[in-house]
Antibody, heavy 126, light 107 residues
């Protein structure tokens, strides 16, 4: 069974740094794209970016490029999302999720997020 | 970025009703569309991908259709556990983008 277990809730002050984690199990972590989705309180879902653990290929949303950094540790099957200087506007729930692959003959494509972590609430307040 | 627009924003329905949610893309995305269900305090759940392929374990009362720019999610007979918010998401090109969500409420 695929499981993604995220780190616990965080309360930080503006300007502080933070790194949250997402540990995967039950699947081939290294060869499965993993992504991050933001959900501000009472709002919809926002696609932040995705990373391929095998070679750390990353695709960021332009909205998040330079604002947060994706990384992985293959040795522990863990993906990370980090900020160097948090803002109040970063207050949100952050979800990690694996990407579903749809294969048509010998070609495979990324088709959505199939397995999700439980979410990490990040609160940034002075 | 491709903009995804869902309608309606909310719908009130009764158990047993047929519910249809639409999603429109600002440009053609072939069949690269996914639908998710999210209940309060929970992570989203993938229902459908490639516009009409039901994710394993999802009840057959959920179905998806469409291609190009116009898509629909249909719940054929609404069950109590289906009251939730539904999101579409395009997977045609990066950055992937979500619709704003449709809340299905109890009438």
């Amino acid at each position: 069974e695929v499981q993604l277990v995220q780190s616990g809730a965080e309360v930080k002050k503006p300007g502080e740094s933070l790194k949250i984690s997402c540990e995967g199990s039950g699947h081939s972590f290294v060869t499965s794209w993993i992504g991050w989705v933001r959900q501000k309180p009472g709002k919809g879902l926002e696609w932040m970016g995705i990373i391929y653990p095998s070679d750390s290929d990353i695709r960021y949303s332009p909205s998040f490029q330079g604002q947060a950094t994706l990384s992985v540790d293959k040795s522990t099957s863990t993906a990370y999302l980090q900020w160097s200087s948090l803002k109040a506007s970063d207050t949100a729930i952050y979800y990690c999720a694996t990407l579903a692959r749809h294969c048509n003959g010998k070609n495979c494509y990324l088709a959505g997020f199939d397995y999700w972590g439980q979410g990490t609430l990040v609160t940034v307040s002075s | 970025d491709i903009q995804m627009t869902q309608s309606p924003s909310s719908v009130s329905a009764s158990v047993g009703d047929r519910v249809t949610i639409t999603c429109r893309a600002s440009q053609g995305i072939s069949s690269w569309l996914a639908w998710y269900q999210q209940k309060p305090g929970k992570a989203p759940k993938l229902l459908i991908y490639t516009a009409s392929t039901l994710q394993s374990g999802v009840p057959s009362r959920f179905s998806g259709s469409g291609s190009g720019t116009d898509f629909t999610l249909t719940i054929s007979s609404l069950q109590p556990e289906d009251f939730a918010t539904y999101y579409c998401q395009q997977a045609n090109s990066f950055p992937w983008t979500f619709g704003q969500g449709t809340k299905v409420e109890i009438k």
